[in-house]
């Protein structure tokens, strides 16, 4: 910004706050002085960014009794209503100042975003497009149409009317990133890369654009081309800071852990230093066995964001890797405190408590883990396997038996119970297992060696594995 173009901010904003001193003034005085209607205008929008709401509204009442006939008043009086939760009264209003100015675009506008936040969708949706008929800024109309159809998960008509939006303003970066999210919503990638391929054909210097082709490929794991989409995003606009990080985000997914570093360290040249960059820098040297440098990374997204739970949840596994799991749970436990309801957290955490042999602390994660998760198939197997190491059989055969209600295809599960069924004399139920897991997945016969060794030697047991071998 030039300092002449920072000398007239400063104008402006020191004459606004001249004309909102004056009106002050006068009210605790209760002097007369003459405001124009412009300078009203300024007052009331200086309370209304401030969101003091009976000043504007004590602004807006001594603007009508000077200006009965100006709409613009009666149109901010109805829009502070509408902040306030005071709907009906909006509506009154601006039926009042449609009587006045039926074409006026902002009232429709007005009109259609109090009716979304009653949840009217229908009644939105008509206004908005009564707004269109008079308006010169038609893609923003497109783009409130969008949302609200966004706001009922109506996906294919949300894109309809960004589209719209994008030609009549191909410049209109919000109807372009919008697009790309509903194309994820709808999951359209491969139609959200036609897209942005096609308009990049005749806008090739829009980043908006190559940074959201960036996502599409992305999301179908063509990283790659996602990288080569926001290299272009880079070029045309060197401090797009989402667009490194997103390159960063695919090197890592292609295990190039260490220009993933370099790039993730340029984001961070670009914008204010976040939490979540140092986190993923710490990923990657973690990755990368690292594990001095992930601790360094991981604690300084602590630093910035103590709330971050995946970076203790880092350190905690790091600390683990480097023999350290006592220190190690301390992170764990952290983690799982700010995430309470997340699932995998838990998992990692009874794993340590099982391996620091807090066999009870862990068997109480395993449970909270299935709480969250039952369609995780390997906890039913971790936990009837902690069970009975325990010797506590009867425990993990009901655990499996659970298991197997919730994954019935799940050869897995089903070797694990015929060996476990085996191992308490149980033969024929084990052989119905057995043939089960056969059945579903014969390659996968050796988890029941692996698991009870000794039924290599069981020549009833191996000649019926033989028996299904094609």
């Not at 003091?52 to 109805?78: C, E, G, N, V």
């Not at 009870?452 to 030697?457: I, R, Y």
Request: overall charge negative; some cysteine; proline content about 2%.
């Amino acid at each position: 910004m030039s300092s002449e173009e920072f000398g007239e901010g400063e104008k402006d904003l020191g004459e606004q706050l001249r004309l909102v001193n004056r009106f002050e003034e006068m009210i605790n005085t209760n002097k007369q002085y003459f405001f124009d209607a412009i300078e009203f205008e300024e007052i009331i929008d200086y309370y209304f960014e401030k969101n003091i709401s009976k000043k504007s509204l004590q602004a807006i009442d001594l603007a009508i009794s000077q200006y009965p006939f100006s709409t613009i008043f009666f149109l901010r009086k109805a829009q502070i209503f509408a902040s306030t939760n005071q709907s009906q009264k909006a509506l009154e209003i601006l039926s009042y100042v449609e009587g006045m100015e039926p074409s006026n675009t902002e009232l429709f506008m007005t009109k259609g975003s109090i009716y979304s936040q009653m949840g009217l969708t229908d009644q939105a949706i008509e206004n908005y497009k009564k707004a269109a008929e008079n308006s010169e800024n038609i893609d923003e109309i497109y783009l409130a149409m969008a949302f609200e159809f966004e706001n009922t998960a109506k996906f294919d008509d949300a894109i309809y009317y960004l589209k719209k939006a994008i030609a009549e303003n191909p410049e209109n970066e919000a109807a372009l990133y919008e697009l790309a999210f509903c194309y994820e919503l709808n999951g359209q990638s491969e139609v959200s890369v036609k897209y942005y391929t096609e308009f990049i054909d005749k806008h090739p210097y829009t980043a908006t654009a190559w940074f959201n082709l960036g996502v599409a490929y992305n999301r179908l794991e063509l990283f790659e081309k996602a990288i080569e989409a926001y290299d272009y995003a880079i070029a045309i606009h060197e401090d797009f800071s989402s667009a490194y990080f997103n390159k960063a985000n695919s090197l890592a997914n292609l295990d190039r852990f260490d220009e993933a570093i370099e790039v993730y360290k340029e984001t961070l040249t670009v914008e204010e230093p976040e939490a979540i960059t140092f986190y993923y820098i710490g990923e990657c040297y973690e990755k990368k066995e690292d594990f001095e440098h992930a601790l360094v990374y991981y604690n300084k997204a602590i630093a910035l964001n103590p709330q971050l739970a995946d970076a203790w949840l880092g350190i905690g596994i790091v600390l683990d890797a480097k023999d350290r799991i006592t220190e190690g749970l301390h992170y764990v436990k952290k983690a799982v405190y700010l995430e309470k309801e997340n699932a995998e957290f838990w998992y990692i955490y009874g794993e340590m408590q099982q391996k620091m042999q807090f066999y009870e602390d862990a068997e109480l994660s395993f449970k909270k883990v299935i709480e969250l998760d039952p369609e995780n198939s390997e906890i039913w197997l971790d936990y009837a396997n902690l069970l009975f190491e325990q010797e506590n059989k009867n425990g993990s055969l009901e655990i499996l038996a659970e298991g197997i209600k919730h994954h019935p295809q799940n050869a897995e599960l089903q070797y694990r119970i015929s060996a476990c069924l085996m191992s308490i004399g149980q033969k024929q139920e084990a052989l119905s297992f057995l043939r089960s897991a056969l059945k579903l997945n014969y390659e996968l016969h050796i988890e029941l060696f692996d698991y009870l060794p000794q039924l290599k030697e069981n020549t009833s047991i191996t000649d019926i594995i033989e028996s299904y071998k094609k």
